[in-house]
Protein backbone atom coordinates (compact mmCIF):
# COMPACT_ATOMS: atom_id res chain seq x y z
CA UNK A 1 0.00 0.00 0.00
CA UNK A 2 1.22 3.58 -0.75
CA UNK A 3 2.56 5.37 2.19
CA UNK A 4 1.51 8.87 0.68
CA UNK A 5 -1.81 10.65 1.31
CA UNK A 6 -2.55 13.44 -1.54
CA UNK A 7 -5.45 15.05 -2.71
CA UNK A 8 -7.31 13.63 -5.71
CA UNK A 9 -7.82 16.58 -7.42
CA UNK A 10 -6.64 20.32 -7.57
CA UNK A 11 -7.01 23.44 -10.11
CA UNK A 12 -4.26 25.96 -10.68
CA UNK A 13 -4.47 29.52 -12.83
CA UNK A 14 -1.95 29.29 -15.81
CA UNK A 15 1.23 31.51 -14.70
CA UNK A 16 0.14 30.91 -11.03
CA UNK A 17 2.12 28.44 -8.41
CA UNK A 18 0.97 25.15 -8.09
CA UNK A 19 1.18 24.01 -4.49
CA UNK A 20 0.91 20.08 -4.31
CA UNK A 21 0.48 18.57 -0.69
CA UNK A 22 2.01 15.18 0.12
CA UNK A 23 1.10 13.64 3.74
CA UNK A 24 3.50 10.73 4.73
CA UNK A 25 3.22 11.16 8.56
CA UNK A 26 4.57 7.36 9.09
CA UNK A 27 7.66 8.27 7.06
CA UNK A 28 11.19 6.54 8.44
CA UNK A 29 14.02 8.22 8.73
CA UNK A 30 16.00 6.33 5.81
CA UNK A 31 13.05 6.94 3.24
CA UNK A 32 13.36 9.42 0.17
CA UNK A 33 10.33 11.63 -0.99
CA UNK A 34 9.89 11.44 -4.62
CA UNK A 35 7.78 12.96 -7.00
CA UNK A 36 6.51 11.71 -10.40
CA UNK A 37 4.07 13.13 -12.93
CA UNK A 38 1.99 11.39 -15.85
CA UNK A 39 0.70 13.50 -18.51
CA UNK A 40 -1.73 11.95 -20.08
CA UNK A 41 -0.83 8.61 -22.21
CA UNK A 42 2.57 8.98 -21.66
CA UNK A 43 4.99 7.58 -19.03
CA UNK A 44 5.56 8.71 -15.80
CA UNK A 45 8.36 11.70 -15.67
CA UNK A 46 10.75 12.05 -12.65
CA UNK A 47 10.46 15.18 -10.89
CA UNK A 48 12.36 15.66 -7.99
CA UNK A 49 13.29 13.93 -5.10
CA UNK A 50 14.78 14.62 -1.47
CA UNK A 51 15.51 13.34 2.34
CA UNK A 52 15.32 16.26 4.48
CA UNK A 53 16.11 19.25 2.75
CA UNK A 54 14.08 21.52 0.46
CA UNK A 55 15.21 20.55 -3.03
CA UNK A 56 15.26 22.72 -6.17
CA UNK A 57 15.70 21.90 -9.63
CA UNK A 58 14.65 23.44 -13.57
CA UNK A 59 10.85 21.81 -13.05
CA UNK A 60 10.18 21.86 -9.55
CA UNK A 61 10.91 23.06 -5.62
CA UNK A 62 10.79 20.16 -3.11
CA UNK A 63 9.80 21.29 0.63
CA UNK A 64 10.05 18.85 2.98
CA UNK A 65 8.87 20.37 6.82
CA UNK A 66 11.04 19.57 9.37
CA UNK A 67 9.77 16.78 10.91
CA UNK A 68 9.10 15.04 7.83
CA UNK A 69 5.85 14.19 8.10
CA UNK A 70 4.73 16.17 4.69
CA UNK A 71 5.81 18.03 1.91
CA UNK A 72 5.00 20.15 -1.03
CA UNK A 73 5.97 20.26 -4.56
CA UNK A 74 5.95 23.70 -5.89
CA UNK A 75 5.67 24.33 -9.79
CA UNK A 76 6.60 28.06 -9.62
CA UNK A 77 4.88 29.39 -12.60
CA UNK A 78 2.14 26.52 -13.96
CA UNK A 79 1.03 26.10 -17.93
CA UNK A 80 -1.41 24.72 -19.63
CA UNK A 81 1.20 21.56 -19.85
CA UNK A 82 1.51 21.08 -16.21
CA UNK A 83 -1.94 19.67 -16.45
CA UNK A 84 -0.95 15.76 -15.38
CA UNK A 85 -1.40 13.25 -12.14
CA UNK A 86 1.11 14.28 -9.75
CA UNK A 87 2.42 11.08 -7.79
CA UNK A 88 3.75 11.51 -4.43
CA UNK A 89 6.36 8.52 -3.06
CA UNK A 90 8.26 7.62 -0.10
CA UNK A 91 10.68 4.93 -0.45
CA UNK A 92 13.97 3.75 1.05
CA UNK A 93 17.07 3.30 -0.76
CA UNK A 94 17.32 1.23 -3.71
CA UNK A 95 16.15 -2.16 -3.39
CA UNK A 96 12.43 -0.78 -2.56
CA UNK A 97 9.78 -1.36 -4.50
CA UNK A 98 8.26 2.43 -5.97
CA UNK A 99 4.70 2.31 -5.06
CA UNK A 100 2.80 4.31 -6.71
CA UNK A 101 -1.37 5.49 -5.20
CA UNK A 102 -3.51 7.70 -7.18
CA UNK A 103 -1.92 10.56 -6.81
CA UNK A 104 -3.21 14.45 -7.65
CA UNK A 105 -4.55 15.55 -10.40
CA UNK A 106 -3.95 18.71 -11.35
CA UNK A 107 -5.62 20.97 -14.08
CA UNK A 108 -3.73 23.96 -15.01
CA UNK A 109 -7.09 26.32 -16.42
CA UNK A 110 -6.36 29.34 -18.78
CA UNK B 1 20.53 9.52 -25.64
CA UNK B 2 17.14 8.50 -26.68
CA UNK B 3 15.75 7.30 -23.64
CA UNK B 4 13.72 4.01 -22.91
CA UNK B 5 12.32 2.63 -26.31
CA UNK B 6 9.56 0.29 -25.94
CA UNK B 7 7.85 -1.91 -28.79
CA UNK B 8 5.58 -2.60 -29.72
CA UNK B 9 3.66 0.75 -28.91
CA UNK B 10 0.42 -1.10 -29.53
CA UNK B 11 -0.66 -4.27 -29.60
CA UNK B 12 -4.41 -6.11 -29.81
CA UNK B 13 -4.16 -9.94 -30.01
CA UNK B 14 -6.65 -12.84 -28.89
CA UNK B 15 -7.11 -14.54 -25.93
CA UNK B 16 -4.71 -17.36 -26.18
CA UNK B 17 -1.61 -16.37 -27.75
CA UNK B 18 1.36 -15.20 -26.78
CA UNK B 19 2.83 -11.69 -26.56
CA UNK B 20 6.41 -10.52 -25.99
CA UNK B 21 6.72 -6.82 -25.50
CA UNK B 22 10.43 -5.63 -25.37
CA UNK B 23 12.12 -2.68 -23.75
CA UNK B 24 15.67 -1.13 -24.43
CA UNK B 25 16.92 1.02 -21.16
CA UNK B 26 18.92 4.10 -21.57
CA UNK B 27 22.69 3.08 -21.84
CA UNK B 28 24.64 2.92 -18.43
CA UNK B 29 21.21 1.86 -16.18
CA UNK B 30 22.15 -0.62 -14.07
CA UNK B 31 18.17 -1.09 -13.01
CA UNK B 32 15.35 -2.02 -14.83
CA UNK B 33 11.48 -1.99 -14.00
CA UNK B 34 8.25 -3.48 -15.88
CA UNK B 35 5.10 -2.04 -14.92
CA UNK B 36 1.34 -2.61 -15.76
CA UNK B 37 -0.66 0.21 -15.61
CA UNK B 38 -5.03 -0.63 -15.91
CA UNK B 39 -7.75 2.12 -14.58
CA UNK B 40 -8.67 -0.34 -11.53
CA UNK B 41 -5.62 -1.20 -10.10
CA UNK B 42 -2.76 2.03 -10.96
CA UNK B 43 0.12 1.32 -11.90
CA UNK B 44 1.97 -1.91 -10.07
CA UNK B 45 5.48 -3.00 -10.21
CA UNK B 46 5.39 -5.96 -11.85
CA UNK B 47 9.37 -7.15 -11.72
CA UNK B 48 12.48 -5.54 -11.79
CA UNK B 49 15.64 -6.03 -12.48
CA UNK B 50 19.25 -5.27 -11.29
CA UNK B 51 22.50 -5.36 -13.77
CA UNK B 52 20.37 -8.18 -15.59
CA UNK B 53 19.52 -10.05 -12.53
CA UNK B 54 15.56 -10.20 -11.56
CA UNK B 55 15.56 -9.05 -7.48
CA UNK B 56 12.00 -9.01 -7.36
CA UNK B 57 9.07 -10.14 -9.36
CA UNK B 58 6.66 -10.55 -6.30
CA UNK B 59 4.43 -8.28 -8.50
CA UNK B 60 4.21 -10.92 -11.37
CA UNK B 61 0.76 -11.71 -11.49
CA UNK B 62 0.78 -15.22 -11.89
CA UNK B 63 3.00 -18.25 -14.31
CA UNK B 64 1.45 -16.89 -17.34
CA UNK B 65 3.97 -13.90 -16.99
CA UNK B 66 7.75 -14.18 -17.02
CA UNK B 67 10.40 -11.27 -17.93
CA UNK B 68 13.67 -12.20 -19.33
CA UNK B 69 16.72 -9.42 -19.45
CA UNK B 70 19.56 -11.38 -21.20
CA UNK B 71 21.99 -8.06 -21.38
CA UNK B 72 22.20 -4.77 -20.06
CA UNK B 73 20.58 -3.01 -23.25
CA UNK B 74 17.64 -5.30 -23.80
CA UNK B 75 14.51 -6.97 -21.77
CA UNK B 76 11.33 -8.85 -23.09
CA UNK B 77 8.15 -9.38 -21.03
CA UNK B 78 6.22 -12.11 -21.98
CA UNK B 79 2.55 -13.00 -21.26
CA UNK B 80 1.77 -16.83 -22.93
CA UNK B 81 -1.24 -17.22 -22.77
CA UNK B 82 -2.51 -13.88 -22.65
CA UNK B 83 -6.09 -13.16 -21.22
CA UNK B 84 -8.71 -10.40 -21.93
CA UNK B 85 -7.83 -9.13 -17.94
CA UNK B 86 -4.36 -8.52 -19.29
CA UNK B 87 -5.45 -5.70 -21.09
CA UNK B 88 -3.37 -2.84 -19.87
CA UNK B 89 -0.77 -0.24 -20.88
CA UNK B 90 2.61 -1.99 -20.00
CA UNK B 91 5.42 0.67 -18.70
CA UNK B 92 9.37 -0.39 -18.67
CA UNK B 93 11.49 2.13 -16.87
CA UNK B 94 15.34 2.21 -16.75
CA UNK B 95 17.10 4.09 -13.42
CA UNK B 96 20.38 4.51 -11.96
CA UNK B 97 21.44 5.81 -8.29
CA UNK B 98 21.90 9.54 -8.07
CA UNK B 99 22.10 12.05 -5.61
CA UNK B 100 21.20 9.56 -2.58
CA UNK B 101 18.39 8.17 -4.67
CA UNK B 102 17.35 6.27 -7.34
CA UNK B 103 15.53 7.81 -10.40
CA UNK B 104 13.64 5.77 -12.94
CA UNK B 105 12.97 6.77 -16.27
CA UNK B 106 9.81 5.49 -18.18
CA UNK B 107 9.25 4.52 -21.66
CA UNK B 108 5.93 5.27 -23.13
CA UNK B 109 4.17 2.16 -22.87
CA UNK B 110 2.81 -0.22 -24.97
CA UNK B 111 -0.95 -0.30 -24.90
CA UNK B 112 -1.99 -4.01 -24.83
CA UNK B 113 -5.68 -4.88 -25.91
CA UNK B 114 -6.44 -8.83 -25.59
CA UNK B 115 -9.66 -9.66 -27.12
Known amino acids: DAKTTQPPSMDCAEGRAANLPCNHS???????VYWYRQIHSQGPQYIIH???NNETNEMASLIITEDRKSSTLILPHATLRDTAVYYCIVREDYGQNFVFGPGTRLSVLP | DAGVIQSPRHEVTEMGQEVTLRCKPISGHDYLFWYRQTMMRGLELLIYFNNNVPIDDSGMPEDRFSAKMPNASFSTLKIQPSEPRDSAVYFC?????????????FGPGTRLLVL
Open chain 1, 50 to 52: GLK
Open chain 1, 26 to 32: TISGNEY
Open chain 2, 93 to 105: ASGTWAGGGETQY
